[in-house]
C-alpha cells in the first residue's frame, strides 16, 4: 500500500476528521464508566500499613507445615534399610571374566599362546596379532630385495583386522570387518549383464543358447515344392 501524501488538502482533511472521531469516541468512553473509574482509583478499604518483612513472613509461616512435614518424612525414610539390588559386587578380580579377547571370540588361544591367561591376570591384552613367519623371515633377510621396506610393504597388503584385534585409530572404522557387510556378499537375486559380459569376454559375442529360441511348430518348417 502507498504511503498517503500528507501534503495533500484532501489527505489533510481526511486525518483530521479521523483524529476528531477518535478523540469524541475516547470522551464517550470516558463518560460512559465514569463511575467504574473513580471507583477502581478510591482505596475503599481500611490500610493494613504492612511492610515488605511482614509479606516475606507471612510466608514463611505458611511454608512451615511443609517443611516440618518432610522433616518427619526424610527421619522415617532415614530408618529404613536401604535395599541392594546387586548381590554380587564384581572386584579387580574379576574384571577379565567373561571380556577376554578369547571370550568375545576375537582371538584363537592356538594361533596366539599369549591369550592364554588367568583372569587374575590385568595385565593388557596384546595388541597385534602373530606375524606369519614367512612375512616375519623378510626382516632378516639381506637387502635390497628383503629388509624393512619390503617387509612394511608385505604388511600393508594385509587387512587391518588381521594384523590387530581392535581398530586402533579412527581412520580404521572405515572399511574395519568388511567382509561381514552385506554389501561385499554376492546378493541372491541380483541382474546379471550378460551383453557386457559377453563383449568383455575373450571370445567375443556368442549366440544365444538353444533354450533362449523359441520352439519350432511341430512339421516341416520349410516348403518341399
Known sequence: MPKLDITNPAVIIFLKENY????????????????????????????????????TAHNMIGGMATITRDHVVAGYNRRKVPI???????????????????????????????????????????IMRPVDPKIKEILYKSKPDYGRVQYLDKRSNVLPEKRYYFAETSGWGYGWRM???VLRQKPLFGRCWRLTKTLRSRVGPQP??????????????KCLV
Do not use: C, M
Not at 592356538?110 to 591367561?117: I, N, Q
Not at 544365444?208 to 516341416?220: A, E, I, T
Open 179 to 181: 567382509s561381514d557387510s
Open 84 to 126: 541392594r539390588d546387586g548381590t554380587f559386587i564384581p572386584g579387580v578380580a574379576n574384571l577379565r571374566h567373561g571380556n577376554s579377547i578369547i571370550d568375545v571370540g576375537l582371538g584363537d588361544p592356538k594361533e596366539d599362546p599369549r591369550l592364554v591367561r588367568p583372569d587374575t591376570d590385568l595385565k593388557p591384552d596384546p
Open 20 to 55: 476528531e472521531k477518535e478523540n469524541r469516541l475516547r470522551l464517550n468512553w470516558i463518560h460512559k464508566h465514569k463511575a467504574q473509574i473513580q471507583e477502581a482509583a478510591t482505596l475503599s478499604r481500611e490500610p493494613t500499613n504492612y511492610f515488605e518483612s511482614d509479606v
Open 208 to 221: 544365444d543358447p538353444d533354450y533362449y529360441k523359441s520352439s519350432d511348430p511341430p512339421g516341416p518348417s
